[in-house]
C-alpha cells in the first residue's frame, strides 16, 4: 500500500478508531471540525491532494471492511502516509459504527480552514455563479443541492444559519463528494447572505412558485446568485421582497417542485444563460 500498513482492528472498544464509534451519535453533536464520510468516491476525494490543498479537508483515518483492502490500493497509495489504515470484520466493523455499514469504507475527517461568507465571496472571480440556501434542514435536500452545484459549474455555495450541516454523513453521501468539492461559507441569517451578495455586485434571484419571471427569461449577467427556500414553505414573503424572484413552469396540479430538483433544474437555465455548460 505504498508505506500504508493496514491495521486489523478486533475489539470495537479499541481507543484508535474512538473517531469512528456510534457515527449517528457523533453525527449530531460533530466537535473541532471532524466528520465521518462514506464511500469510495469520497475516500478517493480526501486522498487527492489537489483537493486537499484546494479545500482544507484533510484526512486523520480510514476504517474499511477487510475484504475491500485490495480493492483500494491504488486510493490509499495516494494517501498521507501518517494517516492510518484500519480494517475489520463485518461484525466487529457494524459494532463499531452502530448500525450496518453496507459500503465498509469509512474515513475520519477535519475541515481546518473555513472561511467566512465575506471572504468567500470576495475571493471569487469576475464572473461567478453562487447558489444560496435559506432554512434548508433536510441532510438529502442540501447534499442534491451541492450535487447540482457541482454538476452545473457554480463556484460557491452559501447557506444561512438555518441550514443543516452539509458536512453531515449522509448529506456527504447523496453530494456524491460535492460538498468536499465546492467551496461553501455560512452565515448567521438569511438577511446577511442577501446583504453580502448585493453588495458585491450580484444579480440575486429567489426561487418560488410565484415568481415574477419564468426561470428561462432571467437574463444573463457576470455575477448571478439562486437563492432557495426549505421544502414546502419556500422563501419567507420578506425575504422575497429583498430580491427579484424567478419561478419554474411546470403542468397544473402540483403545488411546488422538490427543493433539490428545482434547484437543479433553475441551475441549468441560469448556467446556460452564462455559457457554464
Same mark, same amino acid.
Given at each position: 500500500m505504498s508505506g500504508h500498513r493496514a491495521?486489523?482492528?478486533d475489539d470495537p472498544a479499541d481507543p484508535r478508531i474512538a473517531g469512528f464509534s456510534d457515527i449517528r451519535e457523533r453525527d449530531l453533536r460533530r466537535q473541532h471540525g471532524q466528520f465521518i464520510a462514506e464511500g469510495t468516491v469520497v475516500l478517493r476525494m480526501l486522498a487527492d491532494a489537489d483537493l486537499r490543498a484546494a479545500s482544507g479537508f484533510q484526512m486523520q483515518a480510514v476504517l474499511l471492511l477487510e475484504n475491500r483492502l485490495d480493492g483500494l490500493t491504488e486510493i490509499l497509495a495516494n494517501m498521507r502516509g501518517d494517516v492510518p489504515v484500519y480494517i475489520a470484520g463485518k461484525?466487529?466493523?457494524? /459494532? !463499531?459504527a452502530g448500525f450496518d455499514i453496507h459500503r465498509g469504507v469509512l474515513a475520519l475527517g477535519t475541515r481546518s480552514n473555513a472561511r467566512s461568507a465575506s471572504e468567500l465571496v470576495t475571493s471569487l472571480p469576475e464572473s461567478a455563479l453562487v447558489v444560496a440556501a435559506a432554512g434548508i434542514s433536510n441532510h438529502d435536500n442540501i447534499g442534491s443541492i451541492f450535487r447540482n452545484a457541482a454538476a452545473f459549474g457554480a463556484d460557491?455555495?452559501?447557506l444561512d444559519g438555518e441550514c443543516c450541516d452539509p458536512l453531515y454523513r449522509k448529506a456527504i453521501r447523496v453530494s456524491v463528494g460535492a460538498a468536499l468539492k465546492v467551496p461553501y /461559507? !455560512?452565515?448567521?441569517?438569511?438577511?446577511t447572505l442577501i446583504s453580502l451578495l448585493h453588495?458585491?455586485?450580484f444579480a440575486l434571484w429567489g426561487l418560488s412558485p410565484r415568481g415574477e419571471l419564468d426561470i428561462r427569461a432571467i437574463p444573463a449577467s457576470a455575477r448571478m446568485a439562486l437563492l432557495t427556500?426549505?421544502?414546502g414553505e419556500g422563501l419567507p414573503q420578506h425575504v422575497m421582497a429583498s430580491v427579484r424572484t424567478a419561478r419554474?413552469?411546470?403542468a397544473p396540479g402540483l403545488d411546488s417542485l422538490n427543493a433539490a430538483t428545482a434547484t437543479g433544474i433553475?441551475?441549468?437555465s441560469i448556467a446556460s444563460a452564462m455559457l457554464r455548460i
Open positions: 491495521i486489523r482492528i461484525q466487529v466493523m457494524n /459494532a !463499531i460557491a455555495v452559501l /461559507a !455560512i452565515t448567521d441569517t438569511t438577511g453588495d458585491r455586485g427556500g426549505t421544502e419554474i413552469a411546470q433553475a441551475l441549468y
